[in-house]
């Protein structure tokens, strides 16, 4: 079979404290390469350094966070409203909160379920077959 890969371009805004919110135009990636993984692409207008940058979460965190509030780590994902959705992505450098509109975004996990169903995500044939040869020495 061969690798797919889904982009969708949504609307967001950049919300910063003391700043105008800044429209921005990121592009949410999944492939069935990495089923489990969900890439949000950045502009690089929104970036420290000028250029482009993504950041890589778990598909079932933004099927959560479209829910209910959900995420410890640097990315935490929640409702904002009945037709937005806050990501917040956390690092060294600092906070970046983006208010994406929820329905593109259900959007796009929808359409990921068409590429890889839920439940049907492997590891791949080499780390299947590693974690094999692990569980037969035990």
Known sequence: MLPTTL???VRARLIT???PELPVRPTLRYSS?????????????????????????GRALLE???????????VRIRPYGWARTVIEFHSP??????????AGLRRFLLRSYDVVEP????????????LASLLDEV
């Open 64 to 74: 959560e966070g479209l829910g209910t509030p959900a995420g410890e780590g640097d």
């Open 17 to 19: 404290p003391g700043h």
């Open 93 to 102: 450098l600092g906070l970046a909160v983006i208010r994406f509109g929820t």
């Open 119 to 130: 439940g049907a995500e492997n590891l791949g044939p080499e780390l299947d077959h590693g």
């Open 7 to 9: 982009r969708h371009t």
């Open 33 to 57: 390469t990495e089923p489990f993984t969900v890439h949000i692409d950045f502009p690089a207008q929104v970036s420290a350094d000028g250029e482009g940058l993504t950041w890589m979460f």
